[in-house]
């Protein structure tokens, strides 16, 4: 998702289709002067000298009709300039001052979004909450309901991203973040031992047009079928992983659970042949030593 490209343009559109009033504005106001430069810049992706013209027009003109406004541009200025500290400082002031701003919502998420790059999981799940509750039906709605899941999810708060995400996947078929929220919906399933919503849950992340978690579930099926007992389907899964996916991440992974499926089918020689195989493609993968134990444990 580009969320760049809708952070205006689509935002505006979407409050004037919802009957938000406009600010009485004067072209020629110093105010809008500044906003309008800020804007031009903010639209040419020139984040600092946006964020000058913005801040300017926050301390100059306390009353412009752009207030609001400017403060949740700087704000995402200084998000998309990495500067996750500053942008929360920004976001939280703008949703302080005027409380009835309909980029509240918009300014939540992005509080929220920076939260959690910054790994305040639980500071990011209250300010998406916080957006999803001011606008269920925003620009970045779908976006701030995934997020709430995967802040629950990175809390280890399974039941809570589960709820969040299942209701993500229902409310919002047609998010760009579908693929997402259907992955780590499975990965909370596996970490509760709900291993065929699990398998139900990545068996649809390939579904969603263009995901790049495909190669991601298909090794996670593969776990869960192998968490679930059935040996035969895990190496069938793990199977189709190496085949098709020969570049993935998750190919020394899917050899070493290959090895120690053939030792647990009592399959020494196929269980050694595949920890050869893992050696010579990844010399230097932390599964080798714990493969070769896990094969000695099992008399191979």
Not at 121 to 149: C, I, K, R
Request: net charge negative; hydrophobic share 45%; charged share 15%.
């Amino acid at each position: 998702m580009t969320l760049r490209l809708r952070s205006w343009t689509v935002l505006a559109i979407a409050l004037a289709a919802c009957g938000s009033d406009p600010p009485t504005i004067d072209p020629g106001a110093p105010d809008e002067v500044l906003f309008q430069e800020g804007l031009a810049l903010y639209d040419q992706q020139q984040f600092a000298p946006a964020t000058a013209r913005f801040d300017e027009l926050l301390t100059t003109y306390p009353a412009s009709p752009r207030h609001d406004n400017a403060g949740y541009l700087t704000g995402r200025c200084a998000y998309e300039l990495a500067d996750y500290p500053g942008a929360i400082t920004k976001l939280v002031a703008m949703r302080g001052a005027p409380a009835h701003s309909p980029f509240i919502p918009a300014a939540s998420y992005f509080t929220g979004r920076a939260r959690f790059r910054t790994l305040d999981f639980l500071g990011s799940e209250a300010d998406f909450q916080a957006s999803v509750t001011a606008d269920g039906a925003g620009v970045f709605a779908d976006n701030a309901q995934y997020y709430l899941g995967r802040a629950a999810y990175e809390l280890a708060d399974h039941a809570g991203a589960i709820a969040a995400l299942a209701a993500f996947e229902t409310s919002y078929p047609q998010s760009s973040y579908l693929d997402n929220g259907r992955y780590y919906l499975g990965r909370a399933y596996f970490a509760t031992g709900a291993y065929p919503l699990a398998a139900a849950a990545f068996a649809r992340v390939p579904l969603t047009p263009m995901t790049i978690y495909a190669d991601d579930a298909q090794y996670w099926l593969g776990r869960t079928d192998y968490a679930a007992g059935d040996l035969p389907g895990a190496l069938t899964s793990l199977d189709a992983l190496i085949a098709t996916f020969p570049t993935s991440q998750y190919i020394d992974n899917a050899l070493a659970y290959e090895a120690q499926i053939y030792a647990d089918q009592g399959q020494c020689a196929m269980a050694r042949q595949v920890l050869g195989q893992l050696g010579a493609q990844f010399p230097a993968s932390t599964y080798l030593a714990g493969t070769d134990a896990y094969l000695l444990g099992k008399g191979c």
